[in-house]
């Protein structure tokens, strides 16, 4: 009979976990040749369930041990351990973890098969677990042919992916059983090839029949793979401008010259693309022969600190723009940056303020000592980012400053920017203790408000928004006022403790908290995620306004939403009559059994 079976732990968690065996396996255990153990996500998660289930000792079936461990524990692990073990090729933990009632998913046949496992692909195919195109495009990018061929021929579907894996991974076998057994390909496929390389793959998929686009010479180009190029284009392959940028972008000069001396256009973005990383032969090799330019390549050599482009670009007649040196300080690069203003580049405020967003103090006193005009933004981004030797000394200077320089540093939690504005008489406003509470820093928020800094009802319901229970009590406590909105946002996130809490202590709340709880609980169930109830089951308990059947409309036995329905809400007339009313059999049925009324 199927509940007398008996189940055997798998050999690797007897010679690795003796405290799962029984007491003769263990006795045992001290004298054993131990091998060098693998032991993986899949096995350490069946040793903890075996734990849990010997200590309850119920004498329960095998079959159901993952059922009665799932009541208790809300550890999403557990759900994953058949494709852990199909990743990894335990066939023993996939037997195991099948038996005691772990659920497949779509992952294990993927799993297997792009590591090649075919013992474990097999095993979870005769044994129900689904499977999907990409098995075979999985099978076919890792070049795994046997596991390839099983699915196929057990029914497995595929489609272009299957082909295009093949030509990327270059298993030239996998491509050719693919195209042979009638799997489609398209344009993709060269291209694929083309970008790693795989010649081989290219010459099979032109000389039957694949089509091709001008994204095989650009990707040749792109990843220097001269050879795959020069077959593109003598077989009539199209390519565009794009071929030369891709070349230059990654610096393929063979490429490069390859292409303009057998006619491929080129654009601007030859030359940005060159100096955006640097290639200064291929940039020269482009203006040489003709190849347009503008403020963009200067602009790209600037902001990655390319300086010898920088300078061939200018001393050739390259325009430029206040970018230019707005993106040098931005990153720091001050030669770039001198040197630009030295030679006569535009800048404008963009320059101090990208200085200070990311803390290039000397890039900023350069430009300040040289001229360069600044606006709030400079104090604003330096707080933001926490600098507090930009900020100072933009201060100290006179830069100008306003209520978002608190807000930005309340933000982000620097609390020595904030009290150093406060201190030297910046302006704050609401912001501050918002943005402070939002994010959980309280620090920032309990001296805001010691030192009279207002606050509104954003200030709680951001604090619920994230979940920040410290900053949320802090604010009522101190009379913070709040709304319906700490409820709703609350539920949002699924923050149960502030939710109660903020009931408890006399919080309003209207349909919108029902309405982001339900539909928190019915958008993920619908979607297979595990699910938290915790705010939708205390809104209905609660008494929370709303329609509680707006989400049971749709109802399907899929969802845990109709089976919730028992386990913790009294049926009525509604709810069960509307899985008649709109045809969900499965859900009327269920209804039936567990004690709802319909009304015909």
């Known amino acids: 009979m199927a509940n007398e079976r008996t189940y055997v732990v798998p050999s690797l968690l007897q010679t690795a976990a003796p405290n799962a065996c029984t007491e003769i396996e263990r006795g045992r255990f001290d004298f054993l040749e131990v091998p060098d153990v693998d032991m993986r996500h899949c096995c350490e998660s069946l040793l903890e369930i075996l734990k849990i289930e010997k200590n309850r000792n119920e004498g329960n079936e095998g079959q159901t041990m993952f059922i009665r461990l799932q009541l208790t524990s809300k550890d999403k692990r ?31 046949c993927k799993r297997a098969a792009s590591s090649g496992h075919l013992e474990c692909l097999r095993y979870a195919r005769e044994n129900g677990c689904p499977w ?83 994204d095989t010479c650009n990707f040749a180009a792109k990843y220097g793979h001269k050879d795959c190029l020069v077959y593109a284009r003598e077989n009539g392959c199209p390519w565009n401008e794009k071929t030369c940028s891709y070349a230059a972008l990654n610096g393929h000069m063979d490429c490069l010259i390859y292409a303009r001396e057998n006619g491929c256009p080129w654009d601007a973005n030859t030359c940005t693309f060159a100096a955006k990383n640097g290639h200064k032969d291929c940039l020269v090799y482009a203006r040489e022969y003709g190849c347009p330019w503008n403020d963009w390549t200067c602009l790209s050599a600037a902001t990655n600190g390319h300086m010898d482009c920088l300078v061939y670009a200018r001393e050739n007649g390259c325009p430029w723009n206040e970018k230019t040196c707005s993106y040098a300080a931005l990153n720091g690069h001050m030669d770039c940056l001198m040197y630009s203003r030295e030679n006569g580049c535009p800048w404008d405020a963009d320059t101090c303020n990208f200085a200070a967003k990311n803390g290039h103090k000397d890039c900023l006193v350069y430009a300040r000592e040289n001229g360069c005009p600044w606006n709030e ?76 800094c207002p606050w509104n009802e954003k200030t709680c319901s951001y604090a619920a ?97 109709y089976r919730l329905q028992a386990d913790s809400f009294p049926w009525d007339v509604d709810t069960c009559t509307l899985a008649t009313k709109n045809d969900h059999m499965d859900c009327e049925v269920y209804a039936r059994e567990n004690g709802g009324v319909i009304l015909f």
Request: overall charge negative.
């Open 465 to 561: 928004l994230n979940g920040h229970m410290d900053c949320l009590i802090f604010a009522r406590e101190k009379g913070c006022p709040w709304n319906e909105n700490t409820c709703s946002f609350a539920a949002h996130s699924g923050h149960i403790d502030c939710l109660i809490y903020a009931r408890e202590n006399g919080c309003p709340w209207d349909k919108q908290t029902w309405f982001y709880a339900a539909s928190n609980f019915y958008g993920a169930s619908m979607f297979g995620e595990d699910v938290d109830k915790e705010c939708f089951v205390y809104a209905r308990e609660n008494g929370c306004p709303g329609n509680p059947n707006s989400y049971l409309n749709a109802g399907t036995m899929d969802s845990p939403m």
């Open 377 to 452: 933004k400079t104090c604003r981004n330096a707080a933001l980012n926490g600098d507090i030797d930009c900020l100072i000394y933009a201060r100290l200077n006179g830069c100008p400053w306003d209520e978002k320089t608190c807000s930005f540093a309340a933000f982000s939690g620097h609390i020595d920017c904030l009290i150093y504005a406060r201190e030297n008489g910046c302006p704050w406003d609401a912001d501050t203790c918002n943005f402070s509470a939002k994010n959980g820093h309280k620090d920032c928020l309990v001296y805001a408000r010691e030192n009279g």
């Open 78 to 108: 557990f759900l994953n351990i058949c494709e852990e073990a199909a990743s990894h090729g335990h066939i023993n933990c996939l037997k195991l973890a099948h038996e005691i009632g772990v659920p497949w998913n779509d992952k294990a």
């Open 132 to 214: 999907d195109e990409n098995t075979c495009s999985n099978a076919a990018q890792k070049g795994h042919i046997d596991c390839l061929i099983y699915a196929r021929e057990n029914g497995c579907p595929w489609d272009l992916n299957t082909c295009n894996g093949a030509a990327m991974g270059g298993h030239i076998d996998c491509l050719i059983y693919a195209r042979e057994n009638g799997c489609p390909w398209d344009e993709n496929t060269c291209s694929e090839a083309a970008s790693k390389g795989h010649i081989d793959c290219l010459i099979y998929a032109r000389e039957n029949g694949c089509p091709w686009d001008a």
